[in-house]
């Protein structure tokens, strides 16, 4: 178990963010990176739709991230979740998910260094995640909307 | 520009085709590397944006069948990765990418990369279209180069080769006028090899240095017996030259019996060889030659009219270099390293005095001629540069003129021809070779200016 992935089971950041006293930092880890929805929403320009769109798309396309990456955990077959948590880090970093991608990432770091038994707490963190990723994702989306 | 998106994450997708779109790009979606592969090749995109890991065909793959890919264009390949490790921008060089992000590709930074696509696929394009019209020029001006071995890029000469690689299209019987040594043979050569017949043979013969019966002996061969000193069958040269060319020099001097018999064989494309009963199908192509004015010599019967009209349906006339002094320095170049070749000698260069001279000259003997002055220069040089005094007498001579010019120079001709011969020690062949004419015409000329060799 690398400590990337225990921070992510315990939702703590890890030492090397730099923070040597989780205790001493007040404010809990960002779910959702709001800067990256208001650069989306600029992208989607008079398309209101478009964000709403990809977040639509992360909604669905999540969990069967997460189904497909438990089935590769019952095959034992760790490049295939490798490459699933390969796919929904990089869903998660355009969507400004940044929890899920740290969690995610954890998972691909895992899978890559072999670590099968290490990977379903991480895994069902990840699970965890989606709802509340997806709840700060569109809380923040309608923020961003009604201050625009 | 078109481009292709392949990701298979369709996050992915979707924003980087909202980003190439409000670009005013075309953008083309791919979830997976083979279906971006089959796209590619259906699209042909300007520019391919992929994601590294996809299942089945990854970026890496689709970069190399990218590159691989016999495009008439350039397509620039941007690859996008998860994380920035090291080694693996180098990889992706190596498979030809050309440029490299990090998810999550920022769009305003995409706009950037696409701007950079844009000027380099331009600017290929812009270098592919120059060198199509690089290439196209240069097909467009090879013929200035010369083709096997006709040499000079003058409008004249131009003009030759044009007409002659039009006669290599077809199978039309060609006739090479000009002047003794313009290059009639050199001319014959270059059509057969330009033709469809240049993998059979090229055979040549001068009809003006053979006797009428012994020609036509030579042309169409003879059976044993037929006459004497016909010990055995003979095949001549129409049968000899069967799938190429016969070249016939000097065609103005064959008899009006013998013009017959070629005519013939032109027409029926059959030969009876001498004292044979029997005709032979021959598959020949007639490139004839003469410095001779045939118009003339049909007007004065000499020349069968049928006959004149069944050779030059196809007329090149090649120009004397006194028309065409822009090829001189070229020719000169060309000798002067041909005989060093030949030689194992250093290369001659010509001093700007040895080429004004050149270029002041008539060159009566055309081609030929300058190549011999040239060789004689070579023989009497001293050191790399040719000077003045290096070449013959006749080029450096007041008032020099050509003998066949419009005064008709006898007294002019009759000093060349007997300094030619001083030279020579009274040799005739080497005489006529420096003088650039033929034996014949040599003959022919101290004939008529009565001079007498021996004396």
Not at chain 1, 84 to 102: K, L, N, P, Q, T
Not at chain 2, 11 to 26: D, P, S, Y
Not at chain 2, 180 to 192: D, F, I, N, W
Not at chain 2, 314 to 331: S, Y
Request: hydrophobic share 40%; with cysteine; net charge neutral.
């Amino acid at each position: 178990v690398t400590p990337e992935s225990l921070a992510a089971v315990l939702g703590v950041p890890t030492r090397a963010r730099g923070r040597q006293d989780p205790a001493s930092d007040p404010d809990p880890p960002a779910i959702v990176d709001a800067a990256a929805i208001e650069r989306l929403q600029r992208l989607g320009g008079s398309d209101a739709a478009f964000v709403g769109g990809l977040l639509e798309i992360f909604a669905r396309e999540s969990p069967r991230r997460i189904a497909a990456m438990r089935a590769a955990l019952e095959r034992g077959d760790a490049a295939a979740l490798r490459f699933e948590a390969h796919r929904i880090a990089g869903s998660c970093r355009y969507v400004g998910a940044v929890a899920m991608a740290r969690t995610a990432g954890a998972l691909e770091r895992e899978a890559r260094a072999g670590h099968i038994s290490g990977i379903p707490p991480i895994l069902d963190r990840l699970h965890a995640e989606v709802a509340a990723t997806l709840s700060a994702l569109e809380g923040t989306l309608e923020r961003t909307r009604r201050s625009s | 520009m078109k481009i292709l998106i392949a990701d298979d994450d369709p996050i992915a997708c979707r924003i980087l085709e909202q980003a190439v779109g409000r670009l005013g790009h075309e953008p083309v979606v791919a979830g997976e590397g083979d279906a971006a592969w089959s796209l590619f090749r259906r699209d042909a995109p300007d520019v391919v944006i992929s994601d590294w890991f996809m299942p089945g065909l990854d970026g890496l793959e689709l970069c190399r069948r990218v590159r691989a890919s016999p495009g008439q264009s350039y397509v620039y390949i941007i690859l996008v990765t998860g994380t920035r490790s090291r080694g693996n921008m180098p990889q992706a060089m190596e498979a030809g990418a050309d440029d490299f992000l990090v998810k999550p590709v920022d769009p305003e930074e995409l706009t950037v990369r696409l701007n950079v696509a844009s000027r380099i696929t331009t600017l290929y394009r812009r270098t592919a279209h120059a060198e199509e019209r690089a290439a196209a020029l240069e097909e467009h001006l090879r013929p200035a180069a010369g083709i096997e071995g006709m040499i000079g890029g003058s409008e004249p000469m131009r003009d030759v080769i044009r007409r002659l690689r039009l006669a290599a299209q077809s199978e039309v019987t060609t006739l090479l006028t000009g002047e003794s040594g313009t290059g009639k043979e050199l001319g014959a050569r270059a059509l057969h090899t330009l033709s469809a017949r240049k993998s059979g043979p090229f055979l040549a013969v001068n009809c003006g240095a053979l006797p009428e019966t012994l020609l036509e002996s030579e042309l169409f061969g003879h059976v044993k017996g037929a006459f004497t000193g016909a010990h055995q069958n003979k095949a001549g040269l129409f049968e000899a030259a069967s799938g190429g060319t016969l070249f016939m020099d000097e065609i103005g001097d064959v008899t009006p019996a013998l013009q017959l018999k070629v005519l013939r064989a032109l027409q029926e494309r059959e030969i009876r060889r001498v004292g044979d009963a029997k005709t032979a199908k021959v598959d020949v192509r007639i490139v004839a030659a003469t410095n001779k004015d045939l118009r003339k010599l049909v007007a004065e019967g000499a020349v069968r009219q049928d006959f004149f009209y069944r050779i030059r349906v196809f007329e090149i006339v090649l120009p004397p270099l006194r028309d065409r002094k822009d090829d001189l320095l070229a020719l000169a170049s060309h000798f002067l390293e041909e005989m060093a070749a030949s030689r194992a000698q250093p290369v001659r260069s010509l001093s700007h005095e040895a080429l004004r001279l050149l270029m002041d000259y008539d060159w009566p003997g055309n081609i030929r001629e300058l190549r011999n002055a040239l060789e004689h220069a070579l023989v009497v040089v001293e050191g790399d540069v040719i000077q003045p005094q290096d070449l013959p007498v006749e080029l450096r001579s007041p008032g020099r003129r050509s003998a066949d010019s419009a005064d008709g120079g006898g007294a002019e001709e009759r000093s060349r021809i007997l300094d030619a011969l001083q030279r020579t020690g009274g040799s005739r062949v080497e005489a006529a070779r420096q003088l650039g004419i033929s034996r014949v015409t040599l003959w022919k000329k101290l004939k008529r200016l009565g001079i007498d060799p021996e004396a």
